[in-house]
């Protein structure tokens, strides 16, 4: 199917408000939308036509729609709708009957409400997250996923602070979303950042790794190719798959060992275990929240 004119200026002028001079915005985020359904296409494990997906913080819905296209049933979900209100038009012209927009908070997904779903499409969203809220939207859709999330997002290059969860340290940073005194209204206008929280928490590579293999993944990969010319170097693709656990016969002292107890074993603690000399934040208890 081809859309119509209206459809392809919407999605030209994606993320314009950053300004032209910000990375992979406007036409440039082609190659975003190229690689997210290629790693969709690899490693879903079925055809787009059998899929259910799941798309958090859809803004003007290009993921939802071009997965819609090709044949997938789409939940796509966004706190606000100035931007979600045109793709669900864009939708409805093009009858594609298959991708819902609704107007939903994503911090309050969860399987109870919402189901499973093959496919998670977590995009521009993880880095406008608070702790512990960053750190409940991954155990969330570790249980919404049944096979493969797919996450786009900005990274800290350097561990600034330390943050605990369930007895685990990992390391980041935290940005500033708005200001302190910045009312409500103010803060859901400014549809580039967060909806209410005044900072956000960013993973290092390695602490985003680690938190997503901690929530249950069996295995995380980052999306090189296709390219993505223009691509800020603190911005990654990950895909992480929801799979069973290998064991090994070679090396059986590592079946049933905890990632703790690997690292003392190596004598290599990792980067999710030893603090390093910025200061700690404890974000969260250690028993679970549904």
């Known amino acids: 199917m081809e859309l119509d004119t209206e459809a392809l200026e919407l999605f030209a002028r994606k993320g314009l408000e950053a300004g032209r001079g910000a990375p992979q915005v406007g036409e440039a985020n082609a190659v975003k939308v190229r690689r997210v359904m290629q790693i969709t296409q690899d490693l879903a494990g079925r055809p787009f036509s059998e899929l259910r997906i799941l798309d958090l913080g859809c803004?003007?819905?290009?993921?939802?729609?071009?997965?819609?296209?090709?044949?997938?049933?789409?939940?796509?979900?966004?706190?606000?709708?100035?931007?979600?209100?045109?793709?669900?038009?864009?939708?409805?012209?093009?009858?594609?009957?298959s991708v819902t927009f609704r107007q939903e908070d994503v911090r309050g997904v969860d399987r109870d409400?919402?189901?499973?779903?093959?496919?998670?499409?977590?995009l521009g969203l993880l880095y406008?997250?608070?702790?512990?809220?960053?750190?409940?939207l991954l155990e969330r859709i570790q249980e919404?996923?049944?096979?493969?999330?797919?996450?786009?997002?900005?990274?800290?290059?350097?561990?600034?602070?330390?943050v605990s969860h369930r007895g685990r340290t990992y390391r980041?940073?935290?940005r500033r979303e708005h200001g302190d005194d910045d009312?409500?209204?103010?803060?859901?206008?400014?549809?580039?950042?967060?909806?209410?929280?005044?900072?956000?928490?960013?993973?290092?590579?390695g602490s985003l790794?680690?938190?997503?293999?901690?929530v249950g993944f069996s295995s995380v990969h980052e999306g090189l190719a296709p390219p993505e010319p223009g691509k800020a170097g603190d911005r990654i693709t990950l895909a992480a798959v929801n799979g069973e656990r290998v064991s090994i016969a070679t090396y059986p002292w590592i079946n049933g060992m905890s990632e703790d107890e690997?690292?003392?074993?190596?004598?290599?603690?990792?980067?999710?275990?030893?603090?390093?000399?910025?200061?700690?934040v404890q974000t969260s208890p250690q028993t679970r929240s549904q």
Do not use: K, W
């Not at 409400?113 to 977590?122: R, S, Y």
């Not at 919404?144 to 330390?162: M, P």
């Not at 790794?209 to 901690?214: E, I, K, P, R």
């Open 209 to 214: 790794v680690q938190a997503l293999h901690d």
């Open 262 to 280: 690997i690292a003392r074993r190596l004598g290599s603690p990792g980067e999710g275990q030893t603090a390093s000399p910025s200061r700690s």
């Open 172 to 174: 980041g940073e935290r």
């Open 183 to 205: 009312p409500a209204d103010m803060r859901r206008s400014r549809v580039l950042r967060s909806l209410d929280n005044t900072f956000a928490f960013r993973f290092t590579r």
């Open 113 to 122: 409400t919402h189901g499973e779903f093959d496919v998670v499409l977590c």
């Open 59 to 97: 803004g003007e819905g290009v993921y939802a729609i071009e997965a819609g296209l090709r044949g997938a049933s789409v939940l796509a979900l966004d706190a606000r709708t100035e931007r979600m209100e045109l793709g669900a038009a864009c939708a409805d012209r093009h009858a594609l009957d």
């Open 128 to 136: 406008h997250l608070d702790t512990p809220d960053v750190f409940r």
């Open 144 to 162: 919404l996923a049944t096979r493969l999330v797919v996450i786009d997002t900005l990274i800290a290059l350097r561990g600034e602070i330390d």
